[in-house]
């Protein structure tokens, strides 16, 4: 049996609680900037008085330990108070996902009892039309009220500002428990309703200091440390901005949030604060790279990690020809999220271009404390060559410990004691990870398994090829065909053809890179692609739009 060290006076017995990110900043940063647009500009010291005002606030509301306070604004400095003070007070941090269906976002805010709601204008309306369906709900706190604004809710109409102006600083958070939930938020892009997850505090602390050993200490490529100027680029809403935010406040660096994203002002940030560290999903820097104002625009040395789907080579080629420094990381919803980050060693960068290009696409290494493993259907782990697929299965001390109320979805996430991301990889002798696709995705044709996403890859180094995705389509002969979907740049949008397409890949099939069999007998020419609520490309819709599958509400 272990020895517990358990008497009185001998341990140290401090939880792992939010409230102490805010200490070494604090401490050693005291005026760095918190900015947001053009709007508010203040430092570290006023953060923490905001935050103990908004929990003052929040309590003369009614709010109390084990309350849910659920929050519905785009990227702001008052999102980033409230990722600190709701759980500070031992309250759940609901992000709401701004992108789902109005009956999905009612859905949510009542399965997760939200009492309070702190609103961004733009979903004042929406609020007003949903009243209905949150009893629960007992106030709405405009965040940024237009003066034509009414309250969404009966009684008395609360601004978020005017509550910050007249309460006390000095709110008394308490230690507590650091197994206290924190915050939860639904997951999207699996079928039918979105489900919960929540992450405590010591999970949430964890993955922290993980995601700090992942991208500070690595000696080439990758990285996030002092001296960087921070912009989040993948929504506050959405796994609480990859965790970014509490890294950033962690390390005491100037923060930027630009609101919605507009490429414009994105990239007017950019180059006003000197942002020098971003995130995003592929859509976003795809938008970036689109948008006119991007040419005119200083790009070299802005550090972007890419995850929530695959980052494509010829994405990475068109943002490292601008001078942007990208590279892949990779998690989930379920796993707070981050898993794994992609390296560079001394080695890749003194060789040529396309090793590195590779090398700055893979899926990576995984975190520290992450253990990973890639494993068949016995749950025996696959060989280490690079090239033999199997299940992507995690353990590590923040992932979520399982669905809320769904003890049947938490069991199948949870088989065998390792969390199943339901993604296919491979894995190779020095333990780089590269996914090739998610189970449901991919293609089984002839009894072989081919990977959407390569095919998308290879399709997408075609320089008039703008946007693609790939699609198992049911085929009576071989099980299931992929049917490419195309979207051709602008200048070419008449001249591109199938055909084309099909000689582009077949120079693939010659290199061994591809067999003869994964090059789509069909593919389509369209307009858009249709994403998910945060940006990906909804393959359940495309499936539908192509005319197999099901149709399902949008998520
Ligand atoms: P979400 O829970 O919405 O964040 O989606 C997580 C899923 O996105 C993962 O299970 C993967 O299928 C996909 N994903 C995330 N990062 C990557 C990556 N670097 N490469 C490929 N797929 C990724």
Redesign the pocket.
């Known amino acids: 049996m272990v020895r517990m060290l358990n008497e009185p006076g001998t341990q140290n017995s401090e939880p792992l609680l939010i409230a102490s990110l805010l200490r070494t900043p604090l401490a050693t940063a005291p005026h760095q900037q918190i900015v947001y647009r053009d709007v508010a500009r203040y430092d570290y010291l006023t953060l923490k008085t905001r935050i103990g005002k908004l929990a003052r606030a929040l309590a003369d509301l009614g709010i109390a330990e084990g309350d849910t306070v659920a929050v519905m604004d785009w990227d702001s400095h008052r999102y980033l108070e409230c990722y600190f003070a709701i759980p500070m007070m031992g309250a759940v941090l609901m992000t709401v996902n701004l992108r789902l269906a109005p009956a999905q976002i009612a859905y949510t805010l009542q399965q997760s009892k939200a009492r309070v709601l702190l609103v961004h204008h733009d979903f004042v309306p929406l609020l007003r039309a949903l009243r209905a369906q949150l009893p629960l709900v007992t106030h709405a706190v405009l965040l940024e009220p237009d003066t034509t604004d009414e309250c969404p809710f009966h009684g008395e109409r609360f601004d978020y500002e005017t509550l910050l102006a007249v309460a006390d600083a000095d709110f008394d958070f308490k230690e507590f428990d650091e197994r206290a939930v924190a915050t939860t938020f639904f ?3 699996t079928t039918g309703l979105p489900k919960a997850v929540c992450f405590t505090h010591r999970q949430i602390m964890i993955h922290t200091l993980a995601v700090l050993g992942a991208l500070a200490s690595p000696q080439h490529g990758q990285s996030f440390r002092q001296g960087d100027v921070y912009m989040p680029m993948t929504p506050m809403f ?2 609480h901005a990859w965790g970014l935010p509490y890294v950033a406040t962690l390390l005491g660096v100037k923060q930027v949030y630009p609101g919605r994203y507009e490429p414009t002002r994105l990239l007017a940030l950019r180059e006003r604060e000197g942002v020098s560290y971003s995130h995003c999903v592929p859509t976003i820097l795809q938008m970036l790279l689109d948008a006119p104002e991007s040419a005119t625009t200083d790009l070299r040395g802005w550090k972007i990690t ?6 494509g080579e010829s994405l990475a080629r068109a943002a490292l020809a601008r001078g942007i420094d990208v590279f ?7 796993t707070c ?1 981050f898993l ?1 980050a992609t390296r560079l060693t001394g080695d890749d960068q003194a060789t040529d271009g396309a090793a590195e290009i590779t090398r700055r696409c893979r ?2 290494l995984p975190a520290p404390l992450v253990d990973l493993r890639i494993v068949d259907a016995e749950m025996q782990d696959v060989p280490h060559d690079g090239e033999t697929m199997g299940e992507l299965v995690v353990r590590a001390p923040w992932l979520t410990g399982g669905y809320v109320d769904d003890p049947i979805a938490t069991a199948e996430l949870w088989q065998g004691g390792y969390l199943h ?3 296919i990889a491979t894995i190779d002798e020095q333990g780089v990870v590269q ?1 090739r696709d ?1 189970l449901k ?1 991919v293609i089984k044709t002839g009894g072989e398994w081919i990977s959407s ?1 390569l095919l998308e890859d290879l399709l997408g180094r075609h320089a008039d090829v703008g946007e693609v995705a790939v699609v198992g389509i049911a085929d009576e002969r071989w099980g299931e065909r992929p049917v490419a979907v195309v979207v051709p740049r602008a200048a070419t949008v008449n001249l591109l053809d199938a055909e084309t397409l099909r000689l582009h890949l077949a120079a693939f099939v010659q290199s061994g890179q591809i067999p003869k069999y994964a090059v789509p007998e069909r593919i389509e020419f369209v307009e858009t692609i249709p994403k ?1 609520s ?1 940006g ?1 490309i909804d393959k359940k819709h495309l499936r539908v739009m192509l005319g197999a599958g099901v149709p399902e509400p949008p998520n």
């Open positions: 997951t999207t892009g959405h796994v890419v995850g929530g789907a695959a980052l892949a990381a990779y998690g989930m919803s379920e999220p794994t899926t990576g991301t339901r993604d996914i998610r995705d996403l998910t945060v990906k």
